[in-house]
């Protein structure tokens, strides 16, 4: 690629976010409100549908890569695939910000975008396993790509409960998944994670430090779910072992802090789908930490991850399967970190 043309790409993705900049101040506009309640950080009515801004951006984006850019082009099944399921996650989402939806709706449409996306062929069937060689997931290969689909965009869902966590998270991860598939010659991957972080990119100003918008389920599903799609689509660097772990690695953060209060709940008896505020990014905040701060933290997990995505791509192949483990220290200082701290602000049950 030359610098002309990567020149081109960022101004392509600068309108794009003045786009998406656009359409968020559009939504404050329409009012469409998010009401605080006893789980809620915020105390006074805030819009919500920000995220309406980087699905507008992302789409129009994907589509203009689609028509024009034969560089980047997947197989043409997969390309719609990724477009409709993008699509159908955010219509819905969206009229869920409006109508609040019950968890069972939210779930079985979600389920709907991930068979969308799967039906096209976006089916992780082989992992390129160190020391191994290929291993085919026979079976397993469906139900286990719909339930990462599903488990990465309700974890980027549960997340978005503090200003600027989730858009930054994302956009993070974005930025270095562009860079990942740039140096794997992964171009449609490169692109689409350029199109997202130009959508997000146009968001947090409103959102972070002070929210004057949320970019509510909108946003949230969609990013996860779109850094999903894309972990599947990464799944299929030949040249990287263990590819399939590079989205999580960039969300480890989110992952972790989902996953961990998820087992606590179930552990302690609670049900693990009623509306909370134990996650640790919320105790955090509840024990007296700045949100800004946590939310900055947050980004520098997505960011670490990044770094450690690079170095497990450049490792030799028998190395690779000890880098991942190793994001795990961080999270469980962080984890000690906010137990410290809950129980010196005298939190009890959370």
């Known amino acids: 690629m030359t610098l002309l043309a990567f020149g081109k790409h960022l101004l392509f993705c600068l309108g794009l976010a003045m786009v998406s900049a656009l359409v968020v101040r559009a939504m404050m506009d329409a009012r469409v409100m998010d009401v605080p309640d006893a789980r809620k950080a915020h105390g006074t009515p805030i819009p919500k549908g920000g995220g309406v801004g980087i699905v507008t951006a992302f789409l129009l984006g994907i589509s203009v890569l689609y028509g024009f850019a034969d560089f980047s ?13 993008a699509a ?25 975008a991930a068979l969308a996306a799967i039906g096209s062929g976006l089916v992780v069937r082989v992992l390129h396993l160190p020391l191994i060689g290929p291993v085919p997931l026979g079976l397993l290969a469906v139900p286990g790509t719909l339930a990462w689909l599903l488990f990465a965009t309700n974890a980027m869902n549960f997340i978005d409960g503090m200003n600027g966590l989730a858009a930054g998270t994302s956009l993070v ?9 740039w140096s794997q010659r992964a171009d449609f991957v490169y692109f689409s994670g350029l199109l997202l972080a130009a959508g997000i990119a146009g968001f ?20 996860g779910f779109m850094l999903a799609v894309l972990g599947v689509v990464a799944a299929r660097f030949d040249r990287v072992d263990l590819s399939f772990l590079i989205v999580p690695m960039l969300l480890n953060g989110v992952l972790y802090d989902v996953a961990f209060t998820l087992v606590r709940r179930v552990l302690a008896g609670e049900n693990p789908a009623r509306a909370h505020r134990g996650h640790l990014y919320q105790v955090a905040a509840r024990a007296g930490m700045d949100p800004r701060l946590v939310a900055m933290l947050h980004w520098a997990f997505a960011a670490l991850g990044g770094i450690a995505c690079i170095g497990f791509i450049a490792a030799p192949p028998a190395l690779r399967p000890l880098l991942p483990p190793l994001l795990l220290i961080p999270q469980a200082i962080w984890t000690v970190v906010v137990l410290r701290a809950a129980r010196r602000a ?4 959370w």
Do not use: E, H, T
């Not at 991860?173 to 598939?181: C, E, K, Q, V």
């Not at 947090?204 to 990013?223: H, K």
């Open 73 to 85: 082009r997947i197989a043409d099944p997969y390309f719609r695939g990724v477009i409709l399921a």
């Open 204 to 223: 947090l100003p409103f959102n972070f430090p002070r929210a004057r918008i949320f970019m509510g389920d909108v946003g949230s599903q969609f990013c």
């Open 88 to 112: 159908a996650i955010a219509i819905v989402s969206f009229a869920d910000d409006v109508r609040d939806f019950p968890f069972v709706v939210k779930l079985g449409v979600q389920v709907l």
């Open 173 to 181: 991860a974005a930025l270095f998944l562009a860079g990942i598939g």
């Open 346 to 349: 005298a939190i009890g049950r």
